[in-house]
T-cell receptor
Framework: LAKTTQPISMDSYEGQEVNITCSHNNIATNDYITWYQQFPSQGPRFIIQGYKTKVTNEVASLFIPADRKSSTLSLPRVSLSDTAVYYCLVIGGFKTIFGAGTRLFVKA | ETGVTQSPTHLIKTRGQQVTLRCSSQSGHNTVSWYQQALGQGPQFIFQYYREEENGRGNFPPRFSGLQFPNYSSELNVNALELDDSALYLC????????????FGSGTQLSVL
């Protein structure tokens, strides 16, 4: 199972773009990269998933280089409500492994 | 709203007791996974059920057991509770037919005294 490494915490200001990078050196051919967001006392919420290149949805973009050994979650124009923990996961098979996540704190 | 509901939302037990947590999966999902999340840590995989059969297990002792019912709802049972079992227990439903995305409930906060 591919282990992920991401920064423990990040600070940002409202209106800025935030990029959180995750490394997953041992990713397997069939694995997908998925990001979740979690607020205190709530379950994680799916943000975005990708396999390679770039994926964009209404809340975020996901950039994956050709070697797939890392990925970057991009949050455009963050607001105070984006303060949360963000998890990068590599999913292949039944066992989805969460790391410690990145605590993003958005300041006014 | 994910459509995944867990009950109860909060629970207080004493060491040595047994507890049952319940989860109703999202309509159309046939897979349920359970996670334990200690304060300040990421969720830890306990086990997964697919069509009423255990489909994989994390590094948890046998006193953590589960069931999945024909309607794909699920239970997590923990026997002989220990203080370290205090955590947020999360249930996630998914379906291989919709790309393995996990949809989480809000969890059950278990406190063991």
């Amino acid at each position: 199972l591919a282990k992920t490494t991401q920064p423990i915490s990040m600070d940002s200001y409202e209106g800025q773009e935030v990029n959180i990078t995750c490394s997953h050196n041992n990713i397997a051919t069939n694995d997908y990269i998925t990001w979740y967001q979690q607020f205190p006392s709530q379950g994680p919420r799916f943000i975005i998933q990708g396999y390679k290149t770039k994926v964009t949805n209404e809340v975020a973009s996901l950039f994956i280089p050709a070697d797939r050994k890392s990925s970057t979650l991009s949050l455009p124009r963050v607001s105070l409500s984006d303060t949360a923990v963000y998890y990068c996961l590599v999913i292949g098979g039944f066992k989805t492994i969460f790391g410690a996540g990145t605590r993003l704190f958005v300041k006014a | 709203e994910t459509g995944v509901t867990q009950s109860p939302t909060h629970l207080i037990k004493t060491r040595g007791q047994q507890v049952t947590l319940r989860c109703s999966s999202q309509s159309g999902h046939n897979t349920v996974s359970w996670y334990q999340q200690a304060l300040g840590q990421g969720p830890q995989f306990i086990f997964q059920y697919y069509r009423e059969e255990e489909n994989g297990r994390g590094n948890f002792p046998p006193r953590f057991s589960g069931l999945q019912f024909p309607n794909y709802s699920s239970e997590l049972n923990v026997n002989a509770l220990e203080l370290d079992d205090s955590a947020l227990y999360l249930c996630a439903s998914s379906s291989k037919e919709v790309g393995e995305k996990l949809f989480f409930g809000s969890g059950t906060q278990l406190s063991v005294l």
